[in-house]
């Protein structure tokens, strides 16, 4: 079973991710945002909840090459968390952030195709995303730019899961 749990900042979404692998013997917890490294206070802090949030015998992965992390799980469940910071870590390292919308919008389509394909075979897995388009629009292209291609991320995502948990203030509305 593949699940997509989808919310805004501060759902609950990653709480409600992690119970619903709570029972699973083997889960390989994949982490693409950027590592903590002391350069930002709020991010280390941030990280360490969420170390500390799931259980201590799960198989953590920080990478931002969740495709190919998703291949190299040898059985057990996989919860990736999240798709927002994998976007960034690749808008990042692909320095997309100054292009034209087409070329940022061509080369997430192809990660996001890949990352798909990936999905696809994982029996289970359990994928978190932000939903950022409830909000307010924002008012730099960057924002506006992330929105947009979140969403787009979030749909093909979406599409090969099973299900998807949209949380609200903690609660859990299945879609």
Not at 35 to 46: H, M, T
Not at 138 to 146: A, D, I, K, L, T
């Amino acid at each position: 079973m593949r699940i997509l749990v989808t919310g805004g900042v501060r759902s609950g979404k990653s709480g409600h991710a992690v119970s619903l692998l709570s029972a699973a013997e083997a889960v390989t917890f994949i982490a693409p945002g950027r590592p903590a490294d002391g350069s930002d206070p709020d991010w280390d802090a941030r990280v360490a909840r969420h170390r500390a949030d799931r259980p201590t015998h799960w198989t953590t992965v920080e990478t931002a090459e969740v495709a190919e992390s998703l291949t190299a799980v040898d059985g057990g469940a996989v919860l990736l968390d999240c798709l927002g910071t994998w976007l960034t870590a690749h808008l990042d390292s692909g320095r997309l952030w100054e292009k034209h919308y087409r070329d940022m919008h061509s080369a997430v389509t192809e990660h996001t195709d890949i990352l798909c394909e990936s999905l696809s075979v994982t029996k289970d897995c359990v994928v978190v995303t932000n939903e950022v388009g409830l909000g307010v629009v924002p008012e730099h292209r960057s924002g506006m730019v992330f929105r947009d291609l979140l969403g787009i991320v979030n749909q093909r995502v979406a599409s090969v899961c099973d299900e998807v948990h949209l949380v609200i203030a903690g609660r859990v509305l299945q879609i």
